[in-house]
């Protein structure tokens, strides 16, 4: 068995930007950075991300921006693909409620800069969308359909995007969930561990099917906190944010990742409870969106790799950033006895309560 030293190095090293060490910027250096490059100044505010520094500038008279610098070994690719795209959704579909990317003095999208601790950085400024991201799990079934319908529309306006960098490799993506295999031996709990290589066998062994699904570029992450209203509890979603889990996917993926983001928070559940709320977001998908039958029929399994890809994630993570372990547990409580859910039980079970009743639009 590979040793825990040499498992998350070769794990760290292709998915670097997620799990290596970098010298946060202060948030004096960041507003100076805003002042010079983008002629901007006022109060600065960290908002809390996973592999980066983000930066909320409220500049007096309703006036907002996100100022975005990126972890040291992001992707120049990556962060060019994300760009283009967001400036796609600008062009083709001013409606959406989505950032735009403001350019600098200089007329550039991405400014670059070497940052006080020596860090090569790539810098964006964004706009800032008013607003707070959704109560999860949904509180409603009228915003669970939202979040589907919503979902359609943008899977609609990125149909014909294309990009050089639409291929790029995420951990984020369940695709990638073999590379993870080495993490399973590293799972404490031997409930754990068994429930985990159960449901990586079942994903293998529908990997090829999987690949074989329709394909388009994608959000990869349409889940509440992605997305805002107005308040926590109301009723209509008013904005998308945070493509960086952007990338061409299978669009049985993007939807089986809404729909794995709206499963239920404590214990189990009888099985129309369990997934209630992930058929209002499929509901609300099949409004203005079409499925062909194989695609629903993958559903359950694809959303059992989403959780099973968290779980997996977070047990690597806590072996890389211990001090985050107090905040992780208590999802890794959630996801794992989500993870349970359905591993006990026959994925063409679980697969007949998403087809049951769905009206297919067809291809």
Same mark, same amino acid.
């Given at each position: ?118 860090? !090569?950085?790539? !810098? ?26 919503? #979902?359609?529309?943008? /899977? ?26 080495? !993490? ?42 992605? #997305? ?50 992930? /058929? ?27 959780? #099973? ?33 359905? !591993? ?20």
């Amino acid at each position: 068995m590979m040793s825990i030293d040499g498992t998350l190095l070769e794990i760290a090293e292709k998915y670097g930007n997620f799990s290596q060490p970098f010298v946060h910027m202060p948030a004096g250096e960041a507003l100076a950075l805003a002042s010079q490059h983008y002629g901007i100044s006022g109060q600065m505010d960290r908002l809390a991300t996973e592999k980066d520094d983000t930066f909320l500038i409220r500049c007096g008279a309703g006036r907002a921006f996100i100022l975005k610098v990126e972890h040291p070994r992001e992707s120049t690719g990556d962060v060019i693909f994300q760009t283009a795209l967001l400036d796609y959704l600008r062009d083709t579909r001013p409606d959406l409620h989505v950032p735009r990317v403001i350019r600098g003095n200089d007329g550039a999208a991405i400014m670059h800069c070497t940052d006080r601790a020596g860090q !090569v950085r790539q !810098v964006r400024l964004l706009s800032y969308l008013e607003g707070l991201p959704l109560e999860y799990p949904a509180p409603t079934p009228h915003i669970r359909r939202q979040i589907g319908e919503q #979902l359609a529309r943008l /899977r609609h306006a990125l149909a014909d995007f294309a990009h050089p960098g639409e291929g790029r490799v995420l951990i984020w993506d369940v695709r990638r969930l073999p590379d993870l295999l080495p !993490v399973l031996p590293l799972i404490d709990d031997p409930s754990h561990r068994a429930c985990a290589g159960t449901a990586m066998a079942r994903f293998m062994s529908l990997l090829p099917a999987i690949r074989g699904l329709r394909t388009q570029v994608l959000h990869n992450d349409f889940t509440c906190s992605n #997305l805002l209203a107005v308040s926590r509890q109301d009723e209509t979603i008013t904005g998308i944010i945070d493509f960086g889990d952007a990338l061409r996917t299978a669009v049985a993926i993007d939807l089986s990742t809404a729909m794995a983001g709206q499963l239920p928070l404590e214990g189990p559940a009888d099985e129309t409870a369990f997934l209630s709320a992930s /058929r209002d977001v499929l509901h609300g998908y099949l409004k203005h969106a079409d499925l062909l039958p194989e695609e629903v029929t993958m559903l359950g399994p694809l959303m059992m790799a989403r959780v #099973l890809l968290r779980a997996l994630i977070s047990t690597w993570r806590e072996m890389v950033f211990p001090e985050d372990c107090p905040q992780m547990r208590y999802y890794d409580r959630i996801t794992w006895e989500q993870l349970a859910w359905f !591993v006990e039980r026959d994925p063409d079970t679980v697969s007949r309560l998403f087809t049951r009743d769905v009206p297919f639009h067809g291809s």
